[in-house]
Structure formats: structure tokens, C-alpha cells
């Protein structure tokens, strides 16, 4: 299993549903997460990060970790075409690390 | 504020040209990256310097080197470059506490 995977997608979405974005991850990569937004042409942005299970929400962001299942989601509420981008989940491990990428997922919301 | 500010934006070199990419911080930020993003392949780490003074080899470091010159500067260096090379190259840094990278603009290179 590669470290943090994500399908590729294009995942779409009419405007105003909810995005859901997925990522699995293996034992190397358990401590930290972070998801990252990038438009084509331009750099990562950090949106969110989750370190314990659970939810944690941020405006129209919700990340989710489940531990037990070894998966990280972002949830985005009330789509717009604005946030038609690639979402990069990254990893890492306990104490300093560097962070381990998914190749991440295409998100096309439509009007 | 500038972030984390890297030079140039783009660049064609030759075959067997060396270049050095720049990255600069103004974040106080102990430790800085260097990744390449190619597609399909996602972001790999080519290089990183968890603290002032030292430098580690990431996932793919064959054909580069890098400098550390400062707590801000952060450089990394094709001394020969070759077709394989052409990517697009990003520079991070964080506190260094776990706390999620800030990403520079990146050097698009293309190498012929």
C-alpha cells in the first residue's frame, strides 16, 4: 500500500451540494494530516489540518479522521465553482517528519 | 509579507547546464523543503533541512544539492541537468513543529 492514497476523481459536484474527498493512509504515515488546495498552475495552499479522530470544522470545511480505518476526509459544504481545484491529503508521523503527499483529487464544481 | 518567495519562476536549460533555485522565508521558520511536482506522480521530497545547519536526502535526490546558507535561504542546485529533470519545484517551510508546510510559488524548469 503507497503511504497516502487518493482517487484521482474528477470528482463533480453540482454548485451548492457537498464535496466529499477521501485518502487512505498506511502505518508510517499516522500522526498528522493536512489537507491542500491547489489551482491549476499555482501552488499548495493549506485549508485544514487533523490530528486526533474525529471532526473538525472550518467554515464550509470539515475534515474527519478515523484512525481505526486508516482514512482522512474533507467535506466541503455549499460547493461553488470557485473551489474547482486538486485536494492534496499529506501525512506524517510522529515527532518531526516530512510530510508524505497523495497525488490528489480533482474537483469540479459546476454552476 | 511575503511568505516563502523562490526564483526564478521559469527557466529552460540545456542538457549538462547547472542552475541554482532560490527559496527564501521571512517566517522565522526552522525548517524549509524542496519537492518536485510531475504529472501523475504527485509531490515527491527531493531534499530538506529540519533546522539551520543540517540537510537531509528525501524520496528522489539523485542529480541535486542543497545549501542551507541561512535560517532563510534554502538552495537547491542541478549541476548537471538532464531532460528527467524537467519539473515543476517547490519550496516549503514550517516551524517545524508538525505544524503544515507554506509553499512557495515554484520554478516551472524545463530541461531540452
Known amino acids: 500500500q503507497k503511504e497516502v492514497e487518493q482517487n484521482s476523481g474528477p470528482l463533480s459536484v453540482p454548485e451548492g451540494a457537498i464535496a466529499s474527498l477521501n485518502c487512505t493512509y498506511s502505518?508510517?504515515?499516522?500522526?498528522?494530516f493536512f489537507w491542500y488546495r491547489q489551482y491549476s498552475g499555482k501552488s499548495p495552499e493549506l485549508i485544514m489540518s487533523?490530528?486526533?479522530?474525529g471532526d473538525k470544522e472550518d467554515g464550509r470545511f470539515t475534515a474527519q479522521l478515523n484512525k481505526a480505518s486508516q482514512y482522512v476526509s474533507l467535506l466541503i459544504r455549499d460547493s461553488q465553482p470557485s473551489d474547482s481545484a486538486t485536494y492534496l491529503c499529506?501525512?506524517?508521523?510522529?515527532?518531526?517528519?516530512?510530510?508524505?503527499f497523495g497525488k490528489g483529487t480533482m474537483l469540479l464544481v459546476s454552476p | 509579507n511575503a511568505g516563502v518567495t523562490q526564483t526564478p519562476k521559469f527557466q529552460v536549460l540545456k542538457t549538462g547546464q547547472s542552475m541554482t533555485l532560490q527559496c527564501a522565508q521571512d517566517?522565522?521558520?526552522?525548517?524549509m523543503y524542496w519537492y518536485r511536482q510531475d504529472p501523475g506522480m504527485g509531490l515527491r521530497l527531493i531534499y530538506y533541512?529540519?533546522?539551520?545547519?543540517?540537510?537531509d536526502k528525501g524520496e528522489v535526490p539523485n542529480g541535486y544539492n542543497v545549501s542551507r546558507l541561512n535560517k532563510r535561504e534554502f538552495s537547491l542546485r542541478l549541476e548537471s541537468a538532464a531532460p528527467s529533470q524537467t519539473s515543476v519545484y517547490f519550496c516549503?517551510?514550517?516551524?517545524?513543529?508538525?505544524?503544515?508546510?507554506?509553499f512557495g510559488s515554484g520554478t516551472r524548469l524545463t530541461v531540452v
Open positions: 499529506a501525512g506524517g508521523s510522529s515527532g518531526y517528519s516530512t510530510l508524505t
Open positions: 502505518d508510517r504515515v499516522s500522526q498528522s
Open positions: 487533523i490530528y486526533s479522530n
Open positions: 517566517m522565522n521558520h526552522n525548517s
Open positions: 533541512s529540519a533546522s539551520e545547519g543540517t540537510t
Open positions: 516549503a517551510s514550517d516551524p517545524g513543529q508538525g505544524g503544515g508546510y507554506t
